[in-house]
Every structure is written in structure tokens, then in C-alpha cells.
């Protein structure tokens, strides 16, 4: 794991404990590199409840309650689909904030409308008025599977980051 993830992890557990929140992911196209990174950090159990692999999009409905309609009409990668993911596992689990990433990783996959490089990220945080959504949509480039996978975990490290600090 590269510096800048390890700082990033530690900054996010650190933001997630003085908010007093636990911390979900919902990974697709990092197949768990978000959990990874945060559990990396020693003490991690303090703000990480868990973390969901929902690589197919079985695993999407099964495990997160993603409609199986709004994948089929906006497809897995896509804004309305990782928003759907952030919400079904901040309800599935003890966690005040959590983060979503689904994407085209490559090298295969990608295609005109979601070339490889396409990653959409979501955060759900409660708070006193209800859950606050962000999105984030990156266009990485064909810039090789592991690259794209990198850069995904740090956008994500950074959102959940935002979202924790949101009153």
C-alpha cells in the first residue's frame, strides 16, 4: 500500500472517531481494497464495522438491497446504482458513514458510454436531519487495472473523509 492510501486511511479512521461514527464500504470494482486499507491501520475496530464485495450484481441486490431494475435501466456502473450502494449498507449495518465504488477496472469491460477508467462513488452519512448522499464520477483512463484500482481507493478514502465531516 502506497503512503499517500496508508495517510489517507489513517486520516479517515481518525475524522470517523471524532465524529463517533462506524465506517461501511461497499466495494465492487476494488473487491475489498477500501476494507483492506482501513483495517490495515492498527486500532481500525474503533470506527470499521464492515465492509460488503459485491462484485456481481446479484451481490448488489442480495447483499445490499440495489433494485435489480435500476441496474438494469442505468447498468452497475453508474451514479443512481453506487448511490443505491452506499444507502443499502449504511442500513445494513452498524455504520454512520459509508462508501460505495463501482466501475470499469479493465482491461476488458469498457465500452463507448463507460470506457475503462469509469469509476462512480457514493457516500451515505445520518445525521441529524436524515442521510446526506455525495457522488463522485472519475474518469481514470485505460490506465492499467491495478492504477485504476489505486486511484479508486484513494477517491474513496477522500469522500468518506467529506461525508464524515457533514453535519
Do not use: W
Not at 466501475?103 to 445520518?126: I, Q, Y
Amino acid at each position: 500500500m502506497g503512503e499517500r492510501m496508508q495517510r489517507l486511511a489513517r486520516e479517515t479512521l481518525a475524522k470517523a472517531r471524532e465524529k463517533q461514527l462506524f465506517i461501511a464500504t461497499a466495494e465492487s470494482c476494488t473487491g475489498g481494497l477500501v476494507a483492506s486499507a482501513l483495517t490495515s491501520v492498527p486500532g481500525s475496530s474503533s470506527a470499521f464495522d464492515r465492509g460488503f464485495v459485491t462484485y456481481s450484481n446479484e451481490a448488489k441486490a442480495d447483499m445490499l438491497g440495489v433494485d435489480p431494475a435500476l441496474i438494469a435501466e442505468h447498468g452497475a456502473v453508474s451514479r443512481e446504482v453506487a448511490l443505491a450502494m452506499a444507502t443499502g449498507a449504511l442500513g445494513r449495518s452498524h455504520a454512520g458513514v459509508s462508501v460505495a465504488i463501482t466501475g470499469v477496472a479493465g482491461p476488458d469491460g469498457g465500452s463507448a458510454e463507460k470506457p475503462v477508467g469509469l469509476v462512480h462513488f457514493a457516500a451515505a452519512r445520518t445525521t441529524g436531519n436524515g442521510v446526506r448522499l455525495l457522488h463522485r464520477e472519475e474518469r481514470f483512463g485505460d490506465i492499467g487495472r491495478d492504477e485504476v484500482r489505486a486511484r479508486s481507493v484513494e477517491t474513496a478514502l477522500a469522500l468518506l473523509i467529506e461525508a464524515a465531516a457533514l453535519d
